[in-house]
T-cell receptor, first 108, second 114 residues
Framework: AQRVTQPEKLLSVFKGAPVELKCNYS??????LFWYVQYSRQRLQLLLR??SRESIKGFTADLNKGETSFHLKKPFAQEEDSAMYYC??????????FGQGTELSVKP | NAGVTQTPKFRILKIGQSMTLQCAQD?????MYWYRQDPGMGLKLIYY???????DKGEVPNGYNVSRSTTEDFPLRLELAAPSQTSVYFC?????????????FGSGTQLSVL
């Protein structure tokens, strides 16, 4: 069955430290993967998608089909990066499923 | 341009009652989704629709029903509410033809079943 796994519920780092939020997926076809972010008291919003290979707010994510991973990385965390981060998989002509989410806390 | 509008924002139901969560979007999006968000569980897909008249089950459809008679509206019906349906419900929509662009979320409906 298709599944998205984010193994860390909470990730706590200090400002300026590197950040890596892990995401693994299970899907036999060609995946379309995304990262969404939810800041406090705001709606979920798209952070980035693998197909565009973009960098948003300093975050990047590389699809590794061999390891079935799509980890989110940022070299220097900022306090304003504190939020819930969700990895998502789109497949089967319209289904979009999410992982359990990782709360990132960046301490001053 | 209102985006995705969900009503109500809060609701308390008694066990066995029924209700409809409303979702409307004014962006002419073909794709619409219903998710529930439980603490520590992330978002679970309940139902989705790729266009008017077309709906399909997601990961957790039991206890829910949907309809999509128009492009704009995608209501979620709870029949015989149970405490396990206590959750925050999110509706979302995406650009016509592809979800590779961006998913727009509503502000959520907090539902308690007591």
């Amino acid at each position: 069955a298709q599944r998205v796994t984010q193994p860390e519920k909470l990730l706590s780092v200090f400002k300026g430290a590197p950040v890596e939020l892990k995401c693994n997926y299970s899907y036999s076809g060609s995946p379309e993967l995304f990262w969404y972010v939810q800041y406090s008291r705001q709606r979920l919003q798209l952070l980035l998608r693998h197909i565009s290979r973009e960098s948003i707010k300093g975050f990047t994510a590389d699809l590794n089909k061999g390891e079935t991973s799509f980890h989110l990385k940022k070299p220097f965390a900022q306090e304003e990066d504190s939020a819930m981060y969700y990895c998502a998989l789109w497949y089967q002509g319209g289904k979009l499923i999410f992982g359990q989410g990782t709360e990132l806390s960046v301490k001053p | 341009n209102a985006g995705v509008t969900q009503t109500p924002k809060f609701r308390i139901l008694k066990i066995g009652q029924s209700m409809t969560l409303q979702c409307a979007q004014d962006m002419n999006h073909n794709y619409m989704y219903w998710y529930r968000q439980d603490p520590g569980m992330g978002l679970k897909l309940i139902y989705y629709s790729v266009g008017a008249g077309i709906t399909d089950k997601g990961e957790v459809p039991n206890g829910y029903n949907v309809s999509r008679s128009t492009t704009e509206d995608f209501p979620l019906r709870l029949e015989l509410a149970a405490p396990s349906q206590t959750s925050v419900y999110f509706c979302a929509s995406s650009y016509p033809g592809t979800v590779n662009e961006k998913l727009f979320f509503g502000s959520g409906t907090q539902l308690s079943v007591l």
